[in-house]
């Protein structure tokens, strides 16, 4: 994700980290070349192509802007649940540590390392959740939070932030059967791991439900229609603009529908997608911190602007 201060009106027009520039300048490219040949033709056989008026390019356009709006809407609004999502991992993640450490019994030997095992399997489920949607291996972030006699049996789970959660609600259970915490507490507790198993669900439907692939054509094709046949009932009218005019449209057109793309998809790592690792180091610095840790993982911070 793009972590900057608000630019002044020249970097506005400079900056391309962050921009969609980048994946649709061929795009636009394309139009500016087409309608400078246009133009050129244009002016060496003058009436070659006759004014058309701007009615039918500006219902046409109307109809594009509607298309790419609901779009742009849709897929701001997985990415703005997907963050809302992870806001509430961390949220629970915090109040299960707190509820650990506050209420499970640590006059013990088996509180203590209750206390700790809970936690720790807490901390490793944020990675796996993550590692899940990225399509990444967890291994590195989750062995070490993990007992070594679950490693086997965690490396042959389909669904490793899912294993991560039975086990913690055996690890609560043994807590409820061995007495470290009254009835009311684990019961408590279990909501929150309840709440971070809708976490994981809810995620996982926005991951792997994209929006309806029709409707992506038919964004598409519209779009290449429109900029492609602007040039020819504009070339009349605005003569030696138009390259200019068009490669403008197309750079708007062409702009929305590859913000909404990388939109649509929130947990990958381009550069206007969620920064789940700083969400999940948070998580885990946090939960660390709270248990009295002090050798705790540094922050993760923008490089570049960019927030991973």
């Known amino acids: 994700m793009i972590v900057r201060q608000t630019p002044n009106a020249l970097k506005i027009f400079l900056t391309l980290r962050g921009s969609v520039i980048p994946k649709v300048y061929p795009q636009i490219l394309l139009i500016a070349i087409l309608s400078t040949l246009i133009t050129i033709v244009q002016h060496w056989y003058p009436d070659s192509f006759p004014y058309y008026g701007m009615a039918p390019f500006t219902l046409l356009g109307i109809a594009l802007s509607l298309f790419l709006g609901f779009r742009n809407n849709a897929s701001y609004q997985r990415w703005w649940e997907a963050r809302g999502l992870w806001g509430q991992l961390v949220y629970d993640s915090r109040s299960f540590a707190r509820q650990v450490l506050s209420f499970v019994d640590d006059d013990t030997e088996a509180g203590r390392d209750a206390q700790r095992s809970m936690i720790h399997l807490t901390i490793a489920f944020s990675h796996a959740v993550r590692h899940r949607l990225r ?155 709270a248990m009295g840790e002090t050798d705790l993982p540094p922050e993760i911070t923008p490089i570049n602007s960019y927030l991973q």
Not at 140 to 164: C, E, G, I, K, W
Not at 182 to 198: A, F, K, P, W
């Open 135 to 289: 399509g990444t291996s967890p291994w590195q972030d989750v062995d070490p939070f993990v007992a070594a006699t679950y490693h086997d049996s965690m490396r042959q789970s389909r669904n490793l932030p899912n294993y991560l959660m039975r086990l913690l609600g055996k690890q609560l259970g043994d807590v409820r059967r061995q007495q470290l915490s009254s009835e009311l507490m684990v019961q408590n507790m279990d909501e929150r791991l309840t709440s971070m198993t809708i976490v994981l669900a809810a995620c996982e439907r926005i991951h792997y439900t994209p929006l309806p692939f029709a409707y992506m054509l038919l964004v598409h094709r519209t779009t290449y229609l429109y900029c492609i046949t602007l040039p020819f009932g504009l070339v009349a009218s605005l003569g030696w603009a138009t390259p200019l005019i068009c490669a403008v449209i197309a750079y708007t057109f062409f702009g929305l529908d590859a913000l909404s793309e990388e939109l649509e998809e929130p947990f990958g790592f381009a550069s206007n997608q969620l920064p789940l690792m700083a969400l999940s180091r948070t998580i885990e610095i946090n939960l660390l911190e």
